[in-house]
């Protein structure tokens, strides 16, 4: 199973230059903006660059095959996103992939998963103090792989600890899961979980860094008596480099993230949204 963290090539590359330009363009525009009564909606754009050790199962968001080498990915996700409150984003939208395993060339781009989700802040402040996020998702491969279709439930909680009131500092404590569903063909894959936790800072100007270290619990899958994966738990560390604006709407994101199984697995991430409504 891929861990949740997972060098960029050229598209990835080609993102990171093109997308701050567009943050800064949407900087420039946002004092001009009059008040509106709709809520945010935004294109939620990210590009992912991926490795993986041999014999990885990878599914739900990523939806690439069983890879019996050491692998490179490439993931480019658009999903629709509204921010209904300040506390509740609902979103849904697709995801091309393209993969390389090793001694071959990159595929060409295939619909991947289209995948819907919320995430809703059930304790929230604005000062220091306690935020409490429940998320949830699930995704489909928008073209049915050769094994037979399947659905990836997925649900989080997160735990944001402001230590001051400007929520400049604070700590960040993570959990998720995530379930697979096989439709066509007799199956089994046990859920992964997810935990982590660490700490972050802002600055004036809008830019926030955190860091954080955790594990990923993956027990093994079955899939048609053919395939048979062994469970792993999988350490990682991470970072998130993002740009807000002064109303805390995000602007620019780079994830870097490194996980140890049987060998690294490496995740770079680069983000932005595309708003047709900002506030």
Known sequence: MRCLLNHAGMAAALTASLLPAWALAADATDAKADPSPWPNIYFDFSTTFSTSPAG????????????????????????????????????????????????????????????????????????????????????????????????????????????????????????????????????????????????????DNGWKLTGHVGFQIFRGAAVANLIKLKGTTQPFVGFDFERYDDNDNKLFGITMGVGWSRAPSVLLTVSTPLYFIRH
């Open 56 to 203: 990885t199962l990878a599914i739900g968001a990523r939806a690439f095959p069983l890879q019996t080498s050491a692998s490179s990915s490439l993931l480019f996700g658009a999903p629709l996103s509204v921010d209904v409150t300040d506390r509740l984003t609902i979103y849904t939208g697709p995801a091309w992939t393209r993969s390389k395993s090793s001694g071959s060339s990159w595929t060409p781009w295939v619909p991947g998963t289209w995948t819907t989700g919320f995430s809703y802040d059930v304790i929230s402040t604005d000062t220091a103090g306690p935020t409490l996020t429940v998320t949830g998702a699930f995704a489909r491969p928008i073209r049915s792989p050769i094994f037979g279709g399947y659905t990836t439930w997925s649900g989080g909680l997160n735990l944001d600890y402001a230590l001051n009131d400007d929520q400049t500092n604070g700590w960040r404590a993570d959990f998720s899961f995530d379930k697979t569903i096989f439709q066509g063909v007799t199956a089994f894959v046990h859920p992964t979980i997810m935990a982590s936790a660490g700490a972050y800072h802002k600055w």
